[in-house]
Structure formats: C-alpha cells, structure tokens
C-alpha cells in the first residue's frame, strides 16, 4: 500500500491505494473511490521524456511539432494532472503508476 498526500486543490485529503498498477485509490476523508486521469500516448511520450531530461525543443524535433504545440501539450498535461508544474506531474504521473513503464 502507498499513501502520498494529494496534490488536489481540497482539504488535506491523503490518498491510499494498493500497488497494482490499476489506476484507482480511494481518498481517506470519505474513502469515495478516485479514478486517476488516463494519459494520451503523446501525455505519456511528455512524461517520459521529461523524465529523461528531453528538452522542448527535442521533444518537438521527435513529434514533428513545433516547440509552442509541445508546450500547450505539456501545460495541458499538467493540469490534467492538477500539478503546479512539469516535475509534480512526471512525479504524479510514475508514482500513481499512470505510464507503461516497468
């Protein structure tokens, strides 16, 4: 079992869920059943390779975009995620087994 502290905007709400790799948790306060958000391929390619270190201008270079498509991506990725920023969200993203990594 892992418990981490949500990054949601709410009361202080701490997360537990089983390490299967299922994508669901259920929220301490009302134990109320939370589906995590479902990462595109391309949300998924974002992750992993800011994970990896790519910058935006590679990342662009790979997918055939230009660097200001790259960024709406990756802002719209971080909140989907409800992240502050692009490292929360690779942190969110790996920790709650969003990604085929593994």
């Given amino acids: 079992m892992i418990a981490s502290v949500s990054s949601r905007a709410q009361r202080c709400a701490i997360i537990y869920h089983k390490d299967t790799g299922s994508g669901e948790a259920y929220q301490q306060e009302n134990w109320r ?3 995590f958000p479902r ?15 790519y910058t935006v201008e590679q990342m662009a270079e790979a997918l055939c ?6 960024k709406k991506c ?3 990725l971080i909140e989907k995620l409800e992240a502050p920023n692009m490292t929360s969200a690779i942190a969110f993203a790996r920790q709650h087994h969003l990604l085929d990594l593994e």
Avoid: P
Wanted: no cysteine; net charge positive.
């Fill in 33 to 35: 059943k939370y589906q």
């Fill in 39 to 53: 990462l595109t391929q391309r949300e998924k390619m974002m992750v992993i390779w800011g994970y990896q270190g």
């Fill in 65 to 70: 975009l230009s660097v200001a498509a790259i």
């Fill in 74 to 76: 990756r802002s719209e």
